[in-house]
């Protein structure tokens, strides 16, 4: 996904997206929450989290954040469904064994491609509007607005109730979707390679981030 001009609310609408499922233990009462309260509960505790430590924060405040935000997105995103949706038609094909694998290494990269950017977020600048919900079985659609100085970003969260719980797979950010980002990049190699040649560009792209 290119970030562009305005990469600090673009990073932030994604970030919110990753980790925004923090809210389902932070809101839930008698019943479950719906998908609005989970999304605007999520993005509360995701600014509460990027906020640690003030405009400077020290590099033990930083770690303190990574993890955080580590614990958080992988304990409520539905990597599955997000994993399932990017792969596309190449879901089908694969065993049980290849699924877990790819979720596995998908979680891996997001969360090494975009963690560092929690390293040089400052905060206090930005406001979120919560417009719209569109709810239609296990399926929902959120549509927020990011609006940072002059800037306004739309900001779309599609969700899917698991277990009882609404989670995101999916955030489109001024229409791009970020599952079809990805999508045409794995079909890309898929059409002409093989699955374990896709497994092998992950590792290697995970490993090259770790070291950065």
């Known amino acids: 996904m290119k970030w562009g001009c305005r990469s600090k609310s673009r990073w ?35 600014l509460e989290v990027l906020n640690l430590g003030g405009a400077e924060p020290t590099p033990e405040r930083i770690k303190q954040r990574r993890e955080e935000i580590r614990e958080i997105a992988y304990d ?38 975009y963690i560092d950017r929690v390293d040089t977020y400052t905060g206090g600048e930005e406001k ?17 607005r990011i609006s940072y100085k002059e800037s306004e970003i739309p900001v779309e969260y599609r969700m899917v109730r698991t277990n009882g719980k609404w989670m995101v797979y999916d955030v489109v950010i001024e229409g791009v979707s970020f599952v079809n980002n990805y999508r045409k990049q794995f079909d890309e190699v898929l059409t002409n390679r093989s699955f374990d040649h896709l497994l092998s560009v992950l590792r290697d792209k995970i490993a090259q981030l770790e070291k950065s």
């Open 128 to 144: 979120i509007y919560y417009d719209q919900e569109r709810v239609e079985g296990d399926y929902a659609q959120i549509k927020t």
């Open 76 to 113: 409520y995103v539905s990597f599955e469904e997000m994993s399932k949706r990017a792969l596309g038609r190449h879901w089908k094909k694969l065993s049980p064994q290849e699924r877990d694998e790819f979720v596995e290494l998908f979680q891996k990269l997001l969360y090494n491609t």
């Open 12 to 46: 932030l609408a994604f970030l919110v997206a990753v980790v925004t499922m923090s809210g389902a233990t932070w809101v839930r009462a008698a019943s479950e929450p719906g998908p609005m309260e989970v999304i605007r509960a999520g993005t509360d505790r995701v």
